[in-house]
């Protein structure tokens, strides 16, 4: 029923059975069933076994088990999300804060996050690691180090935090963030913002429901990874009917988003107005 498949080598032949289970046929009354004593072959077999042959089984059982760990989590992380009940939330909605011991934030070398300054201004528990990867070039590292020694006072580390966040740049990547190691990740900053926002509700005010807010973040989400002269077809389209601030008059999760974006430019008054750039740097640090 089963073939079986040599893991280690022997010299001495086990005789295997050829089905599992044996049944004794009731017309032919004189039929002898034939006993392989399968248990007594194995314990006479090990006991010849050379001790470096047990523990290579032994290795082998080993990583199996804990390839079958492995899997376990991921099918538990899978249950989980499909458990999910969906509800009807108030406008207000939160996200549980991150219960990860660390969070792991991956940026593009050329995008400094200035959209994590605003979060790291109030008294969130939240310490921030910065690494480059061996990925980006030496030219690089200069632009990313000057930041942080600009707002060392808001990466300085927090005695009372929760929540470990590791950033790490890379050449040429999408931002991400990891959650977890089984989770689904966050991808784009826009999105990345997205749940900063409902995670800390009252730092930068975001009303999902609102369907010009979603509609200009999915501008800005397309922003991040267009050319630059998409860039300046579709960043005025997020200023068509703004005043003081993009949307309402208030500072919100657009100008949040629209302001890293114009941060990342060389020549940011080219494509964004003075005076709302103006505004921006007076909230966000």
């Not at 994590?116 to 201004?121: S, V």
């Amino acid at each position: 029923m089963y073939h079986m498949k040599n893991i280690i080598y022997f010299e001495n032949e086990v005789v295997l059975p050829k089905c599992m289970y044996t049944l004794k046929n009731p017309i032919e009354a004189s039929e002898n069933i034939t006993d392989i004593k399968i248990n007594e072959q194995v314990t006479k077999f090990l006991k010849k076994m050379p001790n470096n042959q047990l523990l290579d089984l032994e290795e082998r059982q080993d990583k199996l088990l804990h390839k079958l760990d492995i899997l376990y989590e991921r099918i538990k992380a899978i249950s989980s999300l499909c458990s999910i009940k969906y509800q009807q939330e108030s406008t207000n909605k939160t996200v549980n804060n991150i219960k990860s011991e660390e969070v792991v934030l991956i940026l593009n070398s050329e995008n400094l996050p200035w959209f994590l300054n605003i979060f790291l201004k109030g008294d969130q528990p939240l310490n921030v690691a910065w690494h480059v990867h061996s990925s980006v070039p030496n030219a690089k590292i200069s632009k990313i180090e000057a930041f942080f020694r600009k707002f060392q006072d808001l990466y300085k580390f927090q005695t009372d935090s929760k929540v470990n966040l590791r950033l790490i740049f890379k050449d040429s990547t999408a931002a991400e963030l990891k959650l977890s190691t089984l989770g689904v990740s966050v991808m784009g900053t826009v999105n990345i913002l997205r749940y900063l926002c409902l995670t800390y509700p009252n730092i930068v005010p975001y009303d999902y429901n609102n369907y010009e807010v979603e509609g200009l973040l999915d501008i800005c989400y397309q922003i991040e990874s267009a050319s630059d002269k998409n860039k300046q077809i579709l960043i005025p389209k997020l200023f068509t009917n703004s005043k003081k601030w993009i949307v309402d008059s208030k500072f919100s999760i657009v100008d949040l988003a629209a302001f890293n974006i114009a941060k990342q430019l060389q020549n940011s008054a080219k494509y964004v107005p003075q005076q709302w750039l103006n505004d921006c740097q007076k909230v966000v640090p």
